[in-house]
């Protein structure tokens, strides 16, 4: 889970317990009256700040100190960065206590290069154990709200170790590096089994939860085996206080299942691909009973239907429209469901899960393979429209956490305009220039070829497979052939079966993410491709896609609650493999393949979780230092 932001209360009561080690101040009745009356006005940050601005010596300190709490109070971070600032400047400050607070707020703003050097530069000084305890927490935290809890985890275990020797109290501590040991994989966690038997004790706990996450018998003593073995650990807190409440792991019980899809009007296609896929998982599942009910249905009619079959579980609706409708009549409200697209607002209930075929999904698997690999200056194509846009925006909003350069960016608005923008932004029309210029200096025939740019170094193209296949004769016959060849990489659009039956030459080496059912050779999809190519032999692509996913919906079930407990863990579907996030949704980790001699070969390629940039900037004054 990523890390909530440290509360108010928790700063107030903990950081300020930090100001026993201050230096002593000597208080006069002035001083004391001063800040009394302060308080009793009930001054807010901004005015204890300029109060204290027209004070000395101790009075002023005092005012700022209740106005760094008040800051605290209000949310008001930059007010807070300010007045750490002034009390930085006064001797008789815990500076250390001062410049936490200081991380904190830089923090706060999203400033965390800045909160991480801030932290770092304190490595020498943390004498006090309240010092540490905090140091740590916030350290932790800053990798932990950038998704890593590998980092995040060792910097909990330390405060959290060093909370319980001094009897530091921090109120989610413990609950925070129970969140982030719950997203480690097994073997993540197996790395972390070792050092002191508080940690060991941590560790213990989370594989017992992952590795009987599906019986609760054997989790519920390896549970209570846990808790005679560390009788004083500080994960006794956050275990449920009943053995009963253990079965928040249990596989849900299915027995009666509605799958709601468009049976009617012009969506009824994707209703029959959905269909089908479902029928294909349950005869794979165990004895289900199951009612498909046509989403597109009246409310009340649907509400009646549901009533009278009294699921225990529903998947559907497959329309956004569909699913807002339902959800405002509270149909779903007390019954497990996954949603087959996602919503716009915040879920109903934590038994609610979403399960789409985004796109940003494949974009997000593209910018991560892409800095592993060392590739600096992305060139994106794409067309000009709604859905160009946004996953070009996409794509520039998380290729900018990662790094300081821009990614080019070419929109074409139809396949006339795709030549002049991919020589725009390769700047073959500057090289053709050049040389009509150097050709008419001279008499005689020069010999000359154009040249592209050379600071391009992958080209990701976001087009539909028509679109792909116009570009990328375009990118061959305009990359200079000085220049080392561009790498090309593209999204499962780009791909078609039913195209490929009689076209692959002209995209010979592209790269493209797809889904595993989509994709030839696939050994252990063979037989239910067989029978699936003889009953809809010329199903298009995307009924193709939607039976996977009406396919893997249903098989996901038996797992579906663990995965949302545990959101390091995979399902390996037949539409990727599957994790589930905090809130409810399913993300889809695709294969790749390439376009290889007139053939597809599916491929491995390099990927691993990007480093932000703030964190990049502290590692190198760490290394310089």
Not at 39 to 60: F, V
Request: overall charge negative; some cysteine; aromatic content about 10%.
């Amino acid at each position: 889970m990523r890390l909530k932001l440290v509360s108010l209360l928790i700063i107030l009561s903990g950081l300020s317990a930090c100001s026993t080690t201050e230096k002593p101040i000597k208080s006069s009745d002035s001083v004391s009256n001063t800040v009394d009356t302060a308080k009793n006005q009930t001054l807010n940050a901004q005015s204890l700040y300029q109060l204290a601005l027209n004070r000395q010596g101790a009075d002023k300190i005092q005012l700022l100190y209740s106005a760094r709490d008040a800051a605290i109070t209000q949310s008001d971070w930059s007010l807070l960065a300010t007045i750490c600032n002034d009390l930085e400047l006064t001797p008789q400050v815990d500076q250390v206590q001062n410049r936490l607070y200081y991380a904190y707020a830089q923090k706060q703003l999203g400033k965390n290069s800045e909160a991480l050097s801030i932290l770092t530069s304190l490595d020498d000084t943390l004498r006090e154990p309240e010092h540490f305890v905090w140091h740590q927490y916030l350290t932790a935290g800053i990798y932990a709200s950038q998704n890593l809890p590998k980092r995040a985890v060792p910097y909990f275990f330390r405060a959290s170790e060093s909370a319980t020797k001094n009897n530091i109290a921090i109120a989610e501590l413990n609950h925070d590096l129970w969140e982030n040991l719950k997203q480690l994989s097994t073997y993540a966690l197996e790395r972390f089994n070792r050092g002191t038997v508080q940690q060991q004790g941590w560790v213990n706990l989370a594989l017992y939860y992952k590795v009987y996450a599906n019986s609760e018998i054997e989790l519920e003593q390896a549970i209570n085996n846990w808790r005679r073995k560390y009788i004083d650990h500080p994960a006794h807190a956050i275990l449920p206080k009943k053995t009963d409440e253990l079965i928040d792991l249990t596989p849900y019980n299915i027995q009666r299942l509605v799958f709601l899809t468009p049976e009617t009007g012009a969506n009824q296609h994707f209703g029959n691909a959905l269909k089908a896929g479902a029928l294909a998982a349950l005869d794979k599942a165990k004895e289900i009973d199951t009612l498909f009910i046509d989403e597109n249905l009246t409310v009340e009619e649907i509400n009646n239907k549901i009533k009278d079959f009294a699921p225990d579980f529903i998947i559907g609706p497959l329309l956004k429209g569909n699913i807002d409708k339902l959800a405002n009549a509270h149909t779903f409200i007390n019954t497990p469901t996954l949603h087959l697209n996602s919503i716009d607002t915040d879920r109903e209930s934590s038994q609610h899960y979403f399960f789409a075929l985004s796109p940003e999904h494949e974009v997000q698997q593209a910018l991560e393979h892409f800095l592993a690999t060392g590739y600096q200056k992305p060139m994106l194509l794409a067309p000009n429209n709604a859905n160009g846009q946004r996953l070009v925006e996409y794509f520039q909003t998380q290729w900018q956490r990662y790094s300081e350069i821009k990614p080019q960016i070419g929109f074409y608005d139809n396949k006339q305009d795709m030549p002049n923008t991919i020589t725009n932004l390769l700047e073959v029309d500057t090289s053709k220039e050049r040389i009509n210029i150097i050709k008419s200096l001279f008499k005689k025939e020069v010999e000359s070829e154009t040249r592209s740019r050379s600071d391009i170094d992958v080209i990701y193209i976001l087009g539909d497979t028509t679109e792909t296949r116009l570009i990328k004769p375009y990118l061959d016959v305009n990359v200079s052939t000085f220049a080392d060849k561009i790498p090309l990489y593209a999204s499962s659009k780009s791909h078609s079966k039913q195209i490929d039956k009689t076209d692959k030459g002209d995209l010979d080496g592209l790269y493209f993410t797809e889904l595993p059912w989509m994709l030839p050779d696939q050994v252990t999809l063979k037989s239910l491709r067989s029978v699936y190519n003889s009953l809809w032999p010329d199903q298009a692509d995307i009924s193709q896609r939607l039976f996977a996913m009406a396919y893997d919906s249903v098989l996901i079930l038996p797992q579906i609650k663990q995965l949302s407990a545990q959101p390091g863990n995979q399902y390996n579907g037949i539409s990727g493999k599957l994790s589930i996030n905090d809130y409810g949704y399913i993300k889809r980790e695709l294969e790749w393949a390439q376009y290889k001699n007139r053939q597809i070969k599916v491929v491995e390629l390099k990927t691993a979780q990007p480093i932000p940039l703030f964190m990049q900037s502290a590692e190198n004054i760490n290394t310089v230092n």
